[in-house]
């Protein structure tokens, strides 16, 4: 059972435009998402996390929104720029202070110049 | 800065070798992880530590073992090698969730890439 679901696989967009990266989960229970960024043959990295007690957080060129009625968050990116082309995931944690974080599948981001 | 080293980038094992996979952190974390990642299968965590000597499940521990006797080192273990474990292997550390406000944010080595032929 997917808790935390990215639906698309993919996104290409063009340098300069905005990036809207989608994120889905299931368990209402879940009070923090993050996001992290994955070039190839490297480990991911924290990009920007979002508390479920809040609706929004910035970071520069990157925005997390989160709507927790509908159990959905997105990540913008403004301006896009070629060296954001990586994976991005969504990840979800519970409560606890052993809670693991929860991973969507992952999208592929591909930032054209 | 928070490092965490994974003992080898690239590693070609046979079916049946027995691997050991190494992670260390600096960081004094409290937590530490092994996933692996598998193309349109996102990160799937395998196994988990929260404390030195403890070991939790993730999602998919079959085929693996671990072993933290050390606070700052996580082994990721594959006693009989088999080709549906070539993948990705990436470890990651965190604090506690709560600890000094800290939200458990993950830090990750740069990963293993395993080929079992």
């Known amino acids: 059972d997917q808790q935390v679901k990215q639906n698309s696989p993919s996104l290409s967009v063009q340098e300069g435009r905005i990036s809207i990266l989608n994120c889905d989960y299931t368990n209402s229970m879940f009070d923090y998402f993050l996001w992290y960024k994955k070039y190839p043959a490297e480990g991911p990295t924290f990009l920007i996390s979002i508390s479920s007690i809040k609706d929004k957080n910035e970071d520069g060129r990157f925005t997390v929104f989160l709507n927790k009625s509908a159990k959905h968050l997105s990540l913008h990116i403004v301006p896009s720029q070629p060296g954001d082309s990586a994976v991005y995931f969504c990840a979800a944690r519970g409560h606890g202070a052993n809670s693991k974080l929860t991973f969507g599948k992952g999208i592929t981001l591909s930032v054209r110049p | 800065d928070v490092k965490v080293t994974q003992s080898s980038r690239y590693l070609v094992k046979r079916t049946g070798e027995k691997v050991f996979l190494e992670c260390v952190q600096d960081?004094?974390?409290?937590?530490m992880f092994w996933y692996r990642q598998d193309p349109g299968l996102g990160l799937r965590l395998i196994y988990f530590s929260y404390d030195v000597k403890m070991k939790e499940k993730g999602d998919i521990p079959e085929g693996y073992s671990v072993s933290r006797e050390k606070k700052e080192r996580f082994s990721l273990i594959l006693e009989s090698a088999s080709t549906n474990q070539t993948s990705m292997y990436l470890c990651?550390?965190?604090?506690?969730?709560?600890?000094?406000?800290?939200?458990?944010?993950?830090?990750f080595g740069e990963g293993s890439r395993l080929t079992v032929l």
């Open positions: 990651a550390s965190s604090f506690r969730p709560g600890r000094d406000q800290n939200t458990g944010e993950l830090f």
């Open positions: 960081m004094d974390h409290e937590n």
